[in-house]
């Protein structure tokens, strides 16, 4: 009787053991799928690509998209650290350009190119549609940052292409009496400014501190945004930061140009339209410039073009308040970044297949409907994308280029240092001769250290 009771235990026992790994084998739950980890800045170019989850998700069912969207600072400090740490939270890693020095420098990044040796060619047709200026200001690096000579390397593909383009006022375009006034003052229409010129005397027109009206709302914040808009001025003007193309591209021995006649005459016109400008300047950053814009009562400013997808967007439409140029002259910012895959996922072949899905021309397309600035050319083709209020003047401004933002090693100084200077010429503390003078002075001998410290890590 005891030796069926264990004969029957035991039945029981390899019954259950069965049964256990036969679901085990066949569990499809959300918890054995790979999961793909993406960091980046809660703007609209992540939503838009929140939006695509699901259907990416249905077209790969063995992929769960887990996006950590975030403001920018904790986005840039949480991928910081998780690079630094070597802990691998994010798999992907969203992040502007300035960031593309140290992630290839200390070595954070995997090359997308030796991840997708298996997709087929037809896959990566795409990347003859790439903006070809934009994608070597974003995605491209030394091949060796210790022998420039060596060349550059394709590090990743843009995820977007943004520019700063000129966001003008409508009806205080299309106003009768301003146009009339105009016509009166200047003896010629008014019309969008094609130079710095015709800028300076529209912003001068329309401030009307009685009626509280202003010409233009700059942003003269720190944290990168003073900088980034002066950029627009330094270059307007014939100017550089330093002898160079590309805005990655910093060596300790790159000669500096900020202390330069061209440089000058920028910063002298730049504090010329201080009697026109609405807004505490010094807190103005692209969030509350576009909060300026919205009030109706300023004419112009010079905008980011990732800001205004979210200030257009209503549920009926566009606000139409508000029309698009390229800014004066002939050149334009290049700026966006790349889609950086952490050299300690656990799963980056298969990061790298996401990432070349989002490139292809469909969804390049689906998303900008959605508020991403695409880096694909033929994507501003699209009727509906054409339709989006900026939208040809983000175009005209990726095809043209021509200013590349600081980028290399020595950005953060840069932008720093230039930001004070600059403060103190808007604030009557220093003329542009002397701010320029210092600024140059300061960012050698500091780029000195940097370059110096670069060596020893090595």
């Not at 063995?62 to 802990?87: R, Y």
């Not at 140290?102 to 903006?131: A, H, M, T, W």
């Not at 292809?360 to 397309?365: A, C, D, E, S």
Request: hydrophobic share 35%; glycine share 6%.
């Amino acid at each position: 009787m005891k030796t069926w009771k264990i004969i029957g235990l035991f039945t029981i026992t390899i019954t259950f053991i069965f049964v256990f790994l036969n679901y085990s084998c066949n569990d499809n739950s959300k918890d054995k799928k790979i999961t793909i980890s993406i960091i980046g800045e809660n703007s609209s170019t992540l939503q838009a690509m929140m939006d695509l989850k699901v259907a990416y998700e249905a077209e790969n069912p063995s992929i769960n998209l887990d996006f950590k969207p975030n403001k920018f600072e904790d986005a840039l400090t949480k991928s910081n650290q998780d690079f630094a740490n070597g802990t691998g939270l994010y798999d992907i890693v969203i992040q502007y350009n300035f960031t593309l020095s140290p992630s290839v420098r200390n070595g954070y990044v995997y090359l997308i190119n030796d991840l997708s040796s298996s997709i087929p060619k037809e896959k990566k047709q795409f990347e003859s549609d790439i903006f070809p200026d934009l994608w070597k200001e974003v995605g491209y690096y030394y091949k060796d940052a210790a022998n420039p000579t060596a060349g550059s390397m394709m590090v990743s593909y843009p995820y977007v292409g943004i520019s700063m383009v000129l966001m003008y006022n409508k009806p205080m375009y299309t106003d009768v009496n301003n146009q009339a006034a105009y016509l009166k003052k200047y003896g010629k229409s008014l019309e969008l400014p094609t130079t710095w010129e015709e800028l300076y005397k529209q912003a001068e027109f329309f401030t009307n501190k009685d009626k509280k009206t202003y010409g233009i709302c700059m942003e003269g914040a720190g944290g990168g945004f003073l900088t980034a808009e002066w950029t627009n001025f330094l270059y307007g003007f014939g100017g550089k930061y330093m002898d160079k193309s590309v805005g990655w591209q910093s060596e300790e021995n790159t000669n500096l140009l900020i202390n330069s006649p061209e440089a000058l005459n920028a910063l002298t016109y730049y504090k010329s339209l201080k009697p026109f400008n609405s807004g505490t300047y010094a807190d103005v950053d692209q969030f509350r410039q576009m909060q300026i814009m919205k009030e109706g009562k300023t004419a112009i400013a010079i905008a980011w073009t990732d800001m205004l997808y979210q200030t257009l967007k209503t549920e009926k439409g566009f606000d139409t308040t508000f029309g698009f140029t390229v800014i004066p002259g002939n050149r334009s910012i290049l700026c966006g970044g790349a889609y950086f895959i952490n050299n300690q996922s656990k799963h980056p072949k298969q990061a790298a297949a996401y990432i070349i899905d989002q490139m292809q021309q469909k969804n390049q397309i689906d998303l900008a409907r959605k508020g991403l600035c695409s880096p694909l050319r033929t994507v501003y083709d699209d009727s509906i994308v054409k339709s989006i209020p900026y939208s040809n003047a983000l175009h005209q401004s990726l095809k043209r280029g021509g200013i590349g933002l600081e980028a290399g090693p020595d950005a953060d100084v840069i932008s720093e240092v230039i930001t004070t200077y600059i403060q103190k010429v808007w604030n009557n503390e220093m003329t542009p001769s002397l701010a320029l003078t210092n600024a140059q002075t300061e960012i050698g001998t500091k780029r000195k250290e940097i370059f110096k410290s670069l060596v020893q890590k090595k």
